[in-house]
């Protein structure tokens, strides 16, 4: 079984500044896939940035970057340059790569952009 | 993004009515999912559907029956429900799912806010 766990009910960041959002998982299998999604007002959850388990590199994606901390678990998201329409809820999801892809979510960051 | 339609986007119904909702996905993908997102907790994978077969039930209740027509539909038939489920009801696609190999990314629909009174 996985488990993702994510710290911050709420975040704020000044419009143009740096954010990071803070994600831990837990699980037992050896290859598994980590995602940040993002989920603004309008409901639609988008996929921001992925990070394959066996990849030391971190994933980066315009101004999105992760830190992936794989001993620890652990697997942040870096949102340089914040812009407004960056506020949305943020969701970390893990799935395995063995038999099924099913998502396991965090239960979101609230992250506001402060203009 | 349109890869993903949902519909209705809203929907109010009585504990006694039945109704439906619809996903539809333009992506050429073969896996289909319905997801449940409350208030306060995380999403809730309901159905898995691969290649029009039924290939995950996470512990649904039986008010809540799933059909996938084809690889590009996927409906999800209420009745009877409670006001518990009320919630926001996504519908996911990916290229696959199972079998070994690179995972797939879920693309989403815009969801079904169901409010039941």
């Known amino acids: 079984a996985q488990t993702v766990t994510q710290s911050q009910p709420e975040m704020s960041v000044q419009e143009a500044e740096t954010v990071t959002l803070s994600c831990t998982y837990d699980t037992s299998e050896s290859d598994y896939y980590l995602f940040w999604y993002k989920q603004p007002p309008s409901r639609q959850m988008i996929l921001v940035i992925r990070q394959e388990a066996y990849k030391q590199q971190n994933a980066t994606e315009n101004r999105f970057s992760v830190n992936f901390q794989k001993a620890a678990k652990s697997f942040s998201l870096k949102i340089s340059d914040s812009q407004l329409g960056d506020a949305a809820m943020y969701f970390c999801a893990s799935a395995s790569n063995f038999g099924n892809e099913k998502l396991t979510f965090g239960t979101g960051t609230r992250l506001t952009i402060i203009p | 993004e349109t890869g993903v339609t949902q519909t209705p986007r809203h929907l109010v119904m009585g504990m006694t009515n039945k109704k439906s909702l619809k996903c539809e996905q333009h992506l050429g993908h073969n896996a289909m999912y319905w997801y449940k997102q409350s208030a306060k907790k995380p999403l809730e994978l309901m159905f898995v559907?691969?290649?029009?077969?039924?290939?995950e039930n996470n512990s649904v209740p039986s008010r809540f029956s799933p059909e996938c027509p084809n690889s590009s539909h996927l409906f999800l038939h209420l009745h009877t429900l409670q006001p518990e489920d009320s919630a926001l009801y996504l519908c996911?696609?990916?290229?696959?799912?199972?079998?070994?190999?690179?995972?797939?990314?879920?693309?989403f629909g815009p969801g079904t806010r169901l409010t039941v009174l």
């Open positions: 996911a696609s990916s290229t696959r799912q199972g079998g070994g190999g690179d995972t797939d990314t879920q693309y």
């Open positions: 559907y691969n290649f029009k077969e039924q290939t």
